[in-house]
C-alpha cells in the first residue's frame, strides 16, 4: 500500500479488511494452540471466510494491488461460499427445503453405516459452548458449496481452496499482528452427536423444529461464541451478528405468516448500506472521508446510520437477537 495513494475511507477500507485477515490468522491458531475447544466452530465461520476472501481480491484488484487473484475454480468456490452468511434471504419455504435436505442426506448416509439399525445412531452433531448450542453439522453442510456428502476427497478439496485465502492474508499483513487475544481457558466449548428427531435435546421434533433449531446455532455462533471466546471488542462481534441480523428481519416475519407463529424481531437497526459495508467492503458508497472515525472499531458507520456509537448499537443488535434466540428456546426445548 506503500506506493498508492488512498483517501480516508480506502484506508479505512483497508483497515477493515486487514482485520479481517488478522481474525483467519487468529482462529488458525485456535484450531491448532487453544484448549477447551473441540468442535466444529472453524466450518461454522465459513461463509465469513468467503466474505473476506471474495471481497478481499476484488478489492485489491479493484486498488491496483499485486494481491494473488482467484483462478476460474476459486472465484466460482469463493462466490459460492460467501452466499452462507444469506441463508435467511431465502424464502421460508426454499430455506427449509435446502436445510432438511442436507438433513436427510446425513440422516441416510449415518443409517447405512450404522447397519440399517433404526435409531442406534447418529445423524447430527452439535457445537455447544458454555452449554448454548452455537452450530450443527448441517448447517456445516449447508455453509459449503460441495454437494456430494459422501465425497471422500472433499477435505482435499476445501483445502486447496484454502490456499487462496492463506496468500491473501499474508498479502495483507496478518501476521505483521498477533493474533486477537481469546479465552480458551474459561470458555468450554464441545461439540455434541445426536439422533434427531429420537434422541434430541428438541421438544418440537419435526422439521420446523430443527429449522428453529439451525437459526438458534447461527443466532449463537455470533453472540455466544465470538463474543464470549474473542477477549477483545473485535469488528467481528458485531459483522457476524448484524449479517444474521438483517435477514433474519424478513425472514422471520415470513415464518410467522406461513405457520402463524409470533416470533418477535425487532428490525429498526435494518439498514441496507451497513448489510453492503459489511458483506461488500463498500464503506465509499455510503461514508464521506468527515464521517471517518479512525478510532471507531468500525469507522464511524453506525453513528452515520443510527446517530449511534458502536458499542451502543452493538448492545442493541444483541438485546434484539437474544431476545429471538430465548422465545426459540422456549418454543423448541
Not at 478489492?59 to 452462507?84: D, H, I
Request: with cysteine; aromatic share 16%.
Amino acid at each position: 500500500m506503500e506506493n498508492i495513494r488512498i483517501n480516508k475511507v480506502q484506508k479505512a477500507a483497508f483497515e477493515l479488511i486487514q482485520s479481517d485477515a488478522r481474525f483467519l490468522n487468529t482462529i488458525i491458531d485456535i484450531n491448532t494452540n487453544a484448549k477447551n475447544i473441540d468442535s466444529n466452530f472453524l466450518m461454522m465461520c465459513q461463509p465469513y471466510i468467503g466474505i473476506f476472501a471474495d471481497g478481499a481480491e476484488q478489492w485489491c484488484r479493484k486498488m491496483g494491488l499485486a494481491a494473488p487473484v482467484f483462478n476460474k475454480k476459486e472465484k466460482t468456490y469463493y462466490s459460492s461460499l460467501r452466499q452462507g452468511h444469506k441463508l435467511f434471504d431465502k424464502s421460508y419455504n426454499d430455506y427449509t427445503k435446502a436445510l432438511m435436505h442436507q438433513f436427510y442426506k446425513s440422516d441416510n448416509y449415518f443409517f447405512r453405516i450404522s447397519g440399517l439399525r433404526k435409531n442406534a445412531y447418529y445423524n447430527v452433531g452439535t457445537d455447544i459452548c458454555n452449554g448454548e448450542f452455537c452450530g450443527n453439522t448441517i448447517l456445516c453442510a449447508l455453509h459449503t458449496p460441495i454437494d456430494d456428502f459422501e465425497d471422500k476427497n472433499s477435505g482435499d478439496f476445501i483445502s486447496e481452496m484454502g490456499v487462496i485465502v492463506g496468500k491473501l492474508a499474508a498479502f495483507l499483513g496478518c501476521r505483521n499482528f498477533p493474533p486477537y487475544n481469546y479465552d480458551d481457558i474459561n470458555n468450554i466449548v464441545i461439540y455434541k452427536d445426536y439422533h434427531f428427531y429420537h434422541n434430541c435435546p428438541l421438544v418440537l421434533k419435526n422439521d420446523v423444529g430443527f429449522v428453529l433449531f439451525s437459526i438458534l446455532c447461527n443466532i449463537n455462533y455470533a453472540i455466544k461464541f465470538v463474543e464470549n471466546y474473542f477477549v477483545e471488542n473485535i469488528p467481528h462481534k458485531f459483522k457476524f451478528a448484524y449479517l444474521q441480523y438483517y435477514y433474519l428481519c424478513d425472514f422471520i416475519r415470513e415464518m410467522n405468516e406461513l405457520l402463524n407463529t409470533k416470533l418477535e424481531l425487532n428490525s429498526s437497526l435494518k439498514n441496507r448500506n451497513i448489510r453492503n459495508f459489511l458483506a461488500h467492503y463498500g464503506l465509499g458508497q455510503f461514508m464521506k472521508e468527515t464521517d471517518i472515525d479512525k478510532e471507531d472499531i468500525l469507522k464511524g458507520i453506525t453513528v452515520k446510520a443510527f446517530n449511534m456509537e458502536y458499542y451502543h448499537c452493538k448492545e442493541l443488535l444483541y438485546y434484539y437477537l437474544n431476545k429471538l434466540a430465548i422465545q426459540i428456546k422456549y418454543k423448541i426445548f
